[in-house]
């Protein structure tokens, strides 16, 4: 089905036609151009909410927009209009990619992972343009190995990314998804012996790792300790242009 054909259908009337951006993007309304596009705002925003409501709408959208033959093109359009430095508009586009795409977009997401990274500026402390960029590539592979879970041919793009050898942060999450796949076999005949410890990794729920208070008073001791916020699924620097809306 291509969703292109449906605009008039899937326009929202609140919203003065269904186009939606993020608040502080440098393009304007680039969701407007199909319903496809539209469909992929709609993901966009509600995977930036951080409530039951918006996570909900998150599983919808990825599943309509399964179901759109021209969801990849779409996405590959709307990631080339995207401005280099608005980083987490592309993290949120890769994001969806991979809750929605098929095996066809696994040779884009390779690419966007293996993209060069722009050099380290130490100027710009640990929220720079290369940690940006980081955050986008890291969310490429994830995104492979999102979509081979659903399309098993697409894990050998996962093979491919370690083959290709690139940063060690981004090699680390390649094997990682990897091994979640059930590769560590053949991914431990071509790392070299100094690599195969990152097989080794485990990956552990975020309820895992949190401590037990031993106090049990209650009482405070002259500090109030800091409240945990909510798990945001997209990245947040104040180093990019787009601000979270």
């Not at 722009?118 to 940690?131: A, I, K, L, T, V």
């Amino acid at each position: 089905m291509n969703c292109a054909q449906t605009t008039s259908q899937t326009a929202d009337p609140q919203s003065g036609g269904g186009g939606d951006r993020l608040d502080g993007g440098a393009i304007s309304r680039p969701f407007d151009h199909s319903a496809t596009a539209w469909l992929v705002g709609q993901a966009v925003r509600a995977l930036n909410s951080a409530d039951k409501e918006g996570e909900l709408a998150y599983r919808r959208t990825a599943e309509l927009l399964r179901r759109c033959d021209d969801v990849m093109e779409t996405i590959k359009g709307l990631s080339r209009a995207t401005p280099a430095g608005d980083a987490p508009l592309r993290w949120c586009l890769l994001y969806v990619l991979g809750d929605a795409g098929d095996a066809k977009a696994g040779e884009f997401l390779v690419r966007a992972a293996l993209d060069k990274l722009p050099e380290r500026n130490p100027d710009e402390g640990c929220e720079g343009q290369r940690d940006c960029e980081l955050l986008v590539r890291t969310m490429a592979i994830h995104a492979v190995g999102k979509i081979a879970e659903r399309h098993r041919e697409a894990a050998e793009y996962v093979v491919k990314l370690v083959a290709e050898r690139p940063d060690r942060v981004l090699l680390i999450e390649a094997v990682k998804v990897g091994v979640e796949l059930g590769l560590a076999g053949k991914l431990r005949e071509m790392l070299p012996k100094e690599d195969q410890w990152i097989l080794d990794i485990k990956r552990a729920r975020t309820e895992e790792v949190f401590a037990e208070p031993e106090r049990e008073d209650g009482k405070e001791r002259g500090f109030t300790p800091p409240k945990r916020g909510a798990l945001y699924t997209a990245p947040h620097g104040g180093c990019c242009s787009c601000k979270e809306g």
